[in-house]
T-cell receptor
Framework: TAGITQAPTSQILAAGRSMTLRCTQD?????MYWYRQDLGLGLRLIHY???????GKGEVPDGYSVSRANTDDFPLTLASAVPSQTSVYFC??????????????FGPGTRLTVL | SQQGEEDPQALSIQEGENATMNCSYK?????LQWYRQNSGRGLVHLIL?????REKHSGRLRVTLDTSKKSSSLLITASRAADTASYFC?????????????FGRGTSLIVHP
């Protein structure tokens, strides 16, 4: 079972360019999440989706957009990248349990450098 | 920020010793989870403790929760070099009918063989 996959593994991007980070899960999970991880700051939630067709803003949503057209895919788009978006990006999914006992399953991450 | 905070930020011990990490959080919670991250990898779930539980064990892991102090601890007994990783606590808070997960900044554990 693949679980949750992310692409690309790493990317160097010129400032001002756009880019979409891909995330796919095969566990039929309802909820999906995008985090960024920066040294000393831990994981910060960018956007989330509780179910297909819905999305919500996390702690640091500015400069990012997401869509959830189906259960499996949750792409993250940077419309016009800036150097402060240099980070490691993790996608995660969870079953979306009503009692909030969800375990999150993480992808391997995408290392993005914006120059 | 709704983040929990782990303490210490870094911990260096010898193989065979016990490692204790602490987590403090700000809001009321339904449960608290601990995750592990090996260098360059995604996080992996270790253990969940519910708000009505005070202690939970899983193998060499022992987690405690004190909701009155809004704190939790993770104890790894008889540590091994393979336990070298970063450890994060995670909670969730309810906002606008949604469940918002939040992670602390993590404790970096190094276990020397």
């Amino acid at each position: 079972t693949a679980g949750i996959t992310q692409a690309p593994t790493s990317q160097i991007l010129a400032a001002g360019r756009s880019m979409t980070l891909r995330c796919t899960q095969d566990m039929r999970h309802n909820a999906m999440y995008w985090y960024r991880q920066d040294l000393g700051l831990g994981l910060r939630l960018i956007h989330y989706s509780n179910t297909a067709g819905t999305t919500g803003k996390g702690e640091v949503p500015d400069g990012y957009s997401v869509s959830r057209a189906n259960t499996d895919d949750f792409p993250l788009t940077l419309a016009s990248a800036v150097p402060s978006q240099t980070s490691v990006y993790f996608c995660a999914s969870s079953a979306g349990l009503a009692d909030y006992t969800d375990t999150q399953y993480f992808g391997p991450g995408t290392r993005l450098t914006v120059l | 920020s709704q983040q929990g905070e782990e303490d210490p930020q870094a911990l260096s011990i010898q193989e065979g010793e016990n490692a204790t990490m602490n987590c403090s959080y700000k809001t009321s919670i339904n449960n608290l989870q601990w995750y592990r991250q090996n260098s360059g990898r995604g996080l992996v779930h270790l253990i969940l403790i519910r708000s009505n539980e005070r202690e939970k064990h899983s193998g060499r892991l022992r987690v405690t929760l004190d909701t009155s102090k809004k704190s939790s601890s993770l104890l790894i007994t008889a540590s091994r070099a393979a336990d070298t990783a970063s450890y994060f606590c995670a909670t969730a808070f309810s906002s606008g009918g949604s469940y918002i997960p939040t992670f602390g900044r993590g404790t970096s554990l190094i276990v020397h063989p």
